[in-house]
Nanobody, 123 residues
């Protein structure tokens, strides 16, 4: 069992940056691929990016170049650095952990989910 807790969301203006954190409690964190997803009002939850156990990163084309994912296994944490935020980035952001993830973009591949943190980008 792994418990995930996201933090760092908030209200920011367009062009600003935010860093989301996801803290993991439970079994060996380093054994899990970690994904970030988001869900905007009225839309399905969608893939942002993920980081594998060796530290490789993969991103959705929609955010590539603006968002960066990193992990700190010593702290049992994964981070989502978001730069140059746009109103279209407004959503609830979720982190997820998967023990055997073959398709990083697929929600069904992940075993554990956090409760989400709200990010609102508005002037």
């Amino acid at each position: 069992q792994v418990q995930l807790v996201e933090s760092g969301g908030g209200l920011v203006q367009p062009g600003a940056s935010l860093r989301l954190s996801c803290a993991a409690v439970g079994r060996t964190f380093s054994m899990y691929a970690m994904g970030w997803f988001r869900q905007a009002p009225g839309k399905e939850r969608s893939f942002i990016g993920a980081i594998t156990t060796p530290g490789g990163t993969h991103y959705s084309d929609s955010i590539k170049g603006r968002f960066t994912i990193s992990r700190d296994n010593a702290k049992n944490a994964v981070y989502l650095q978001m730069n140059n935020l746009e109103p279209e980035d407004t959503a609830v952001y979720y982190c997820a952990a998967g023990g055997r993830v073959l398709s990083l973009w697929a929600l069904s591949e992940y075993d554990y989910w956090g409760q989400g943190t709200q990010v609102t980008v508005s002037s």
